[in-house]
């Protein structure tokens, strides 16, 4: 079945960056696209950025653009979610989620539907 | 806080129907029939229950989507004590950010 397996927590100080993966099987990891959500504690859930996997082509949040990076490694079938300067409001859970449908909005933007969720990474900046 | 407003908890007894609201603004939910909902169970990984809306995987039969003006809707049929866990909408938007949730709702069945 199709499913996303994501690394283990993190525990980084102030300042340090991050990485996550997210390692796909199940489906076609070329053809769709991954996007990075994550869950601050007493926060609701917040879209990050897309990044997709044929051609490495990311869209990125605006709140996050300088300080994260998306990239993909298609060999291995696996996504990557890099943060830097990270601070204590950085703490929170991580998620990768399979893109299924892409939709151009009337600002430019692209909205990305999402199905499939990885289990998520639990990251402490502390 | 997030930028569709839902309520923190809802409960039910089994066998009811409970509705959790999700109220955006003419931006996002008036604007876009792009909502989706996904359900959050204890210890396993958010999955999507409907989209577009009102579309579901055949896994979700119980549940169903609406919505109405900038307010979507989620209904949950004949409850089970499996449901028990969060439920998140989100939407397209045309604010900062194209993709915007809801705060979740954590569903109790009594």
């Known amino acids: 079945q199709v499913q996303l397996v994501q690394s283990a927590a993190e525990v980084k100080r102030p300042g340090a960056s991050v990485k996550v993966s997210c390692q796909a099987s199940g489906y076609v990891f070329a053809t769709y696209g991954i996007n990075w959500v994550r869950q601050a504690s007493g926060h609701g859930l917040e879209w990050m950025g897309w990044v997709k996997p044929s051609n490495g082509k990311t869209d990125y949040s605006q709140r996050f653009q300088d300080r994260v990076t998306l990239t993909t490694d298609t060999s291995t079938e696996t996504a990557y979610f890099e943060m830097r300067d990270l601070t204590s409001d950085d703490t929170a859970i991580y998620y990768c989620?399979?893109?299924?449908?892409?939709?151009?909005?009337?600002?430019?933007?692209?909205?990305?539907?999402?199905?499939?969720w990885g289990q998520g990474t639990t990251v402490t900046v502390s | 806080q997030s930028a569709l407003n839902q309520p923190a908890s809802v409960s039910g007894s089994p066998g009811q129907s409970v509705t959790i609201a999700c109220t955006g603004t003419?931006?996002?939910?008036?604007?876009?029939?792009?909502v989706s909902w996904y359900q959050h169970l204890p210890g396993k990984a958010p999955e999507l229950m409907i989209y577009?809306?009102r579309t579901r995987p055949l896994k979700f039969n119980r549940f169903s989507g609406s919505k109405s003006g900038n307010t979507a809707s989620l209904t949950i049929s004949g409850l089970q004590p499996e449901d028990e866990g969060h439920y998140y909408c989100?939407?397209?938007?045309?604010?900062?950010?194209?993709?915007?949730f809801g705060g979740g709702s954590k569903l109790t069945v009594l």
């Open positions: 577009d809306v």
């Open positions: 989620v399979r893109g299924y449908q892409i939709v151009e909005l009337p600002s430019g933007r692209r909205y990305y539907g999402m199905d499939v």
């Open positions: 003419n931006s996002d939910i008036g604007t876009f029939n792009l």
């Open positions: 989100s939407s397209a938007s045309n604010g900062d950010t194209p993709i915007v």
